[in-house]
């Protein structure tokens, strides 16, 4: 067999059957050999980047190894948004380029191009990969693809490439002379996890107001899932999540809380860390700046800090100069804990918390911009318990986070640290074949823009995706934010400022997909029997002004736990009260 041959019997034989790519010269032999194994799909975007994407879908969606690929040059360098996406959150995926022959390169190092379509992808992707080489010689191919497959999934998982010339993807290789990758093992005992659940319940035990803060360190596949709903059921005490560990607790949960967030977070979450807990748990959770705040010395002065994460490098980044970091698998350490013996009784505080999240929410409720969280929570009702929920990056994704009611079986996937528009649609099709769950993504005007191409995807393979636009005809988030520091100069964001939208409806028909626009949440409920029984694609387009806003927000220079529209005195006394 030749090289290409070999890898996709090799990826096959791990367990996966679905690649993203798009076809191009520099891959056409790889291209090939997926196309002609009959045990593997072939999927094929119309952008790289949507390549790439949706194998940071299928990723997340599974916690399982993901492949995409494409050719040299402008078809590497399309992957790039994808790869860095699945390096800040930690996604598991094989990225394969091809490139120039090797009898094409020359011995000028100083060369700014060796011939067509070349490109150093190595040393550009550096940065955002756990590991990148180029395949030199066709011997090396089961070392090389063994290592990165390996480096992928252990520790902190994230992307790797592999970039092979044309030549050497065709090369013939006998499979009985290649040389194998032994992975070097860490010595990581049992006793290690048993330490650091023997020091989580050490502070439990004198803690009177604990809290669990759950991040994307925790695996969504449904075994650890599992895990997280029995030690939440153990211990019995309030959570709180990240933004990324938001569907690791049902929202119907009475232990959960909401996602904490220094701008857009639950005002109960942002409350309940920033000034009533006196121990934070964090398993798994960056607690970056995004989450704390600017000043971390400020966040949870009265508290505890134990965080449990498998970046030790993460861990370098110091919340409180005394906080506790455990270095351990957080899965392992979960386990533990849901082996041990805890009869600390935290009822009055977990009612405390309760109290809280009701008060906020009650108060949240009355506000007049608020409409676009109304949508997204009558979104989570009428959907299908088992869906995934895709959020592409703007206003949308702030409101899904606030206000999208997570159920059984739903994961709900997000762009977190790279933030890249243009994400949902091709990562919803990524985690529909991850999964074979609905597949569900929401939108804004913009981001949708970013990778509109993928309709075409999506009817091509009768995907079953249910597309959710919400349409204010405006970048919301930076008009949002020219009206709080740039005097209303929409440069950039409206129509005044040269942005525009179309009609969504009308760019479905063009690609042969159903839609329909929405104009109000009555026009929404009026559709939900159709959503629950959807075989084909189907896209809506929520109709908004330009006006919408993302509430409550903590505003440049304040305190998360003080977001606008402020809470009344009143109502603010009885909180800090409790």
Wanted: aromatic content about 10%; some cysteine; proline content about 4%.
């Amino acid at each position: 067999m030749n090289v290409s041959d070999y890898i996709v019997k090799y990826l096959e034989n791990l367990g996966i059957k679905h690649f993203f790519g798009y076809q191009g010269t520099m891959i056409a032999y790889f291209a090939e050999a997926v196309y002609l194994n009959p045990n593997v799909q072939n999927h094929s975007c119309y952008n790289e980047q949507g390549a790439a994407f949706a194998a940071c879908g299928y990723a997340k969606a599974s916690g399982s190894l993901a492949v995409a690929y494409a050719t040299s040059g402008p078809g590497a360098l399309n992957l790039i948004s994808g790869i860095a996406d699945a390096y800040y959150d930690s996604a598991p995926v094989l990225f394969i380029t091809g490139q120039l022959n090797t009898s094409e390169y020359t011995d000028i190092s100083d060369l700014r191009q060796q011939g067509f379509q070349q490109t150093d992808v190595i040393n550009i992707v550096k940065p955002v990969v756990k590991y990148a080489t180029m395949l030199i010689s066709a011997e090396k191919i089961a070392y090389e693809l063994e290592k990165a497959c390996y480096i992928a999934t252990s520790g902190r998982k994230g992307p790797v490439l592999l970039d092979i010339p044309m030549n050497i993807q065709k090369m013939k290789i006998c499979e009985d002379g290649l040389e194998h990758f032994s992975p070097f093992h860490k010595n990581l005992v049992s006793d290690r996890y048993c330490d650091a659940a023997d020091i989580i319940l050490s502070f439990l035990q004198k803690s009177k107001h604990p809290v669990f803060l759950l991040g994307n360190g925790i695996s969504k596949n449904e075994e650890e899932r599992e895990v997280v709903n029995k030690l939440v059921n153990k211990y019995k005490i309030p959570v709180l999540t990240s933004i990324l560990g938001k569907d690791l607790i049902e929202e119907s949960s009475p232990y959960n809380i909401g996602f904490i967030g220094s701008a857009y977070g639950h005002r109960s979450a942002n409350i309940i860390i920033y000034e009533k807990t006196d121990l934070i748990i964090s398993l798994g959770c960056s607690l970056c700046r995004r989450q704390t705040g600017g000043n971390t010395e400020r966040f949870a002065q009265n508290a505890k800090i134990i965080r449990v994460d498998i970046d030790d490098i993460e861990l370098k980044r110091k919340i409180h100069e005394d906080e506790i970091s455990l270095n351990c698998d957080v899965t392992q350490v979960i386990r533990e804990l849901v082996k041990r013996k805890c009869e600390c009784d935290f009822s009055d505080w977990l009612c405390i918390c309760q109290r809280i999240k009701s008060l906020t929410a009650d108060f949240d409720s009355l506000c007049p911009t608020r409409l676009p969280n109304q949508y997204i929570y009558a979104i989570s009702k009428i959907l299908p318990n088992h869906s995934v929920i895709v959020s592409d990056v703007g206003q949308h994704q702030m409101w899904i986070a606030q206000s999208f009611g997570a159920k059984k079986g739903n994961r709900i996937l997000f762009s977190g640290g790279h933030g890249a528009m243009g994400f949902a649609l091709p990562a919803a099709i990524g985690a529909y074949y991850a999964t074979g769950l609905k597949p569900v993504c929401i939108a804004g005007d913009g981001a949708f823009q970013m990778n509109i191409q993928e309709l075409q995807w999506v009817f091509r393979e009768k995907i079953p995706i249910i597309i959710f636009i919400f349409n204010n005809h405006v970048l919301g988030l930076i008009r949002q934010q020219q009206d709080d520091f740039f005097h209303g100069n929409y440069f950039g964001s409206s129509a005044e400022g040269g942005y525009s939208a179309p009609s969504f409806v009308n760019i479905a028909k063009a690609y042969e997909i159903n839609s329909r626009q929405i104009n109000s949440l009555e026009e929404l409920y009026a559709v939900s029997d159709i959503l629950s029984s959807v075989r084909q694609p189907l896209l809506l387009e929520i109709m908004l002004p330009e006006t919408s806003r993302a509430h409550p927000k903590t505003y440049f220079g304040e305190e998360m736990n003080n977001q606008r529209p402020y809470i009344p005195a009143e109502l603010l006394k009885q909180i800090k009260e409790m």
